[in-house]
Nanobody, 123 residues
Framework: QVQLVESGGGLVQAGGSLRLSCAAS????????MGWFRQAPGKAREFVAC????????SYADSVKGRFTISRDNAKNTVYLQMNSLKPEDTAVYYC????????????????WGQGTQVTVSS
């Protein structure tokens, strides 16, 4: 198993940047592909980005392509989400998650989840 803790959320103005971090426990972090999801009030959890075990492959939701970058540092057991050019519609609770699959694009693919961190983008 793996335990995940997100950090780095906060309040930022539209057009600004924020970097989220997700710290993972254990010595087998590199065996998991990782994903970021977000959930706004009253809405379903939405796929944002994912990254393969080695970090060699990434995928993004169309809504964040060109603005967000997912990365990982397996030596630090940490995955990141760099968010640039933030928009009010990016406001949500952001979750990191780990999957046993090579990559996952749906929440059901992920067995392990962090507690979430709030990102609020003001207009």
């Amino acid at each position: 198993q793996v335990q995940l803790v997100e950090s780095g959320g906060g309040l930022v103005q539209a057009g600004g940047s924020l970097r989220l971090s997700c710290a993972a426990s254990g010595r087998t972090f590199s065996s998991y592909a990782m994903g970021w999801f977000r959930q706004a009030p009253g809405k379903a959890r939405e796929f944002v980005a994912c990254i393969s075990r080695s970090g060699g492959r990434t995928s993004y939701a169309d809504s964040v392509k060109g603005r967000f970058t997912i990365s990982r540092d397996n030596a630090k057991n940490t995955v990141y989400l760099q968010m640039n050019s933030l928009k009010p519609e990016d406001t949500a609770v952001y979750y990191c998650a780990a999957t046993d699959y090579a990559l996952g694009y749906s929440a059901v693919d992920y067995a392990y989840w962090g507690q979430g961190t709030q990102v609020t983008v003001s207009s």
